[in-house]
C-alpha cells in the first residue's frame, strides 16, 4: 500500500507561480510511474502530466506545456508539480498518484486546492 500526500495548493492571481508536492510513503517510491491530475467543478478529471520511475520519461498535457513542471526526487520520495503563468482555468482540486502499471492509476493523495484568481 501507499499513501500519497499532497500539500503547496493556493490562492494566487494569474500569472503567479505554486509548486505542488506529492510526498509518499508506504512502499517503494522509485519504482512507480507518477502523476498528476485535476478537476474542477462540474468538470471531469483530467490527466495534467507523468513522470518515470526515474525522471528520464515526461509527459505533460498542451494546456499546460510549457508552464508546468513535473519532477521527482526518489531520495525524499517526494514528486512535484511547478506551475509557473497560472491562468483562471487552471483553478482545480489537484491530485497526486502513482503507479499505472495495471492501466489506470492505482494509488490517489486527497487532492489540494489551487484557485487562480483574475
Known amino acids: 500500500q501507499v499513501q500519497l500526500v499532497e500539500s503547496g495548493g493556493g490562492l494566487v492571481q494569474a500569472g503567479g507561480s505554486l509548486r505542488l508536492s506529492c510526498a509518499a510513503s508506504?512502499?517503494?517510491?522509485?519504482?512507480?510511474?507518477m502523476g498528476w491530475c485535476r478537476q474542477a467543478p462540474g468538470k471531469e478529471r483530467e490527466f495534467v502530466a507523468a513522470?518515470?520511475?526515474?525522471?528520464?520519461?515526461?509527459y505533460n498535457v498542451e494546456s499546460v506545456k510549457g508552464r508546468f513542471t513535473i519532477s521527482r526526487d526518489n531520495a525524499k520520495n517526494t514528486m512535484y508539480l511547478q506551475m509557473n503563468s497560472l491562468k483562471p482555468e487552471d483553478t482545480a482540486v489537484y491530485y497526486c498518484a502513482a503507479d499505472k502499471s495495471t492501466g489506470t492509476w492505482r494509488y490517489w493523495g486527497q487532492g489540494t486546492q489551487v484557485t487562480v484568481s483574475s
Open positions: 513522470i518515470n520511475w526515474n525522471g528520464g520519461i515526461i
Open positions: 508506504g512502499r517503494t517510491f522509485s519504482t512507480y510511474a
